[in-house]
């Protein structure tokens, strides 16, 4: 683990010590600024139920920069697109050194239990969120069933 700052391993161990709730965030074997992720669906929300597999990478510039994240299991979600990208504050300009990757990750678990469609990152799923939320959350629950129940 040389040349990983003390902040990085500091806040793996806490991560590991103390997990959060419905989250795991597991740092890969052979670069510690990578982390395996995996988030479960929010109780009461149209991802209940999903475990949904992120990936979360802290640049050189951390914590003055803010991690790299993104879904690699499908999702349909107004603030996250195809890709997997997340339309998140604090991922981009409120973003702040004080943060940690755990809040990070409190963060996008409750990006799922609030979708905001007025900030989106997939204009498609944003409207049909809009123009007809009942569809869109039960597409949704069809995805999360599709691609993030895990067997």
Sequence with gaps: M????????????RLTAEPVPGIEAI??????RYFHVSVDGPEDS??????????LFLP????????????MTKIYHPNID????ICLDILKDKWSPAL???TVLLSIQALLSAPNPDDPL??????????NESKAIETARQWTRLHAFST
Aim: glycine share 6%; aromatic share 8%.
């Design 122 to 131: 997939a204009n498609d799923v944003a409207e049909q969120w809009k123009s």
């Design 82 to 85: 195809k890709l997997g990208r």
């Design 100 to 102: 940690q990757i755990r």
């Design 27 to 32: 740092p890969d074997e052979s670069n510690a």
């Design 2 to 13: 040389a040349g990983i700052p003390r902040r990085i391993l500091k806040e793996t161990q």
């Design 60 to 71: 050189e510039e951390y914590p003055m920069a803010p991690p790299k994240v993104r879904f």
């Design 46 to 55: 149209p991802f209940e139920n999903g475990k949904f597999r992120l990936e």
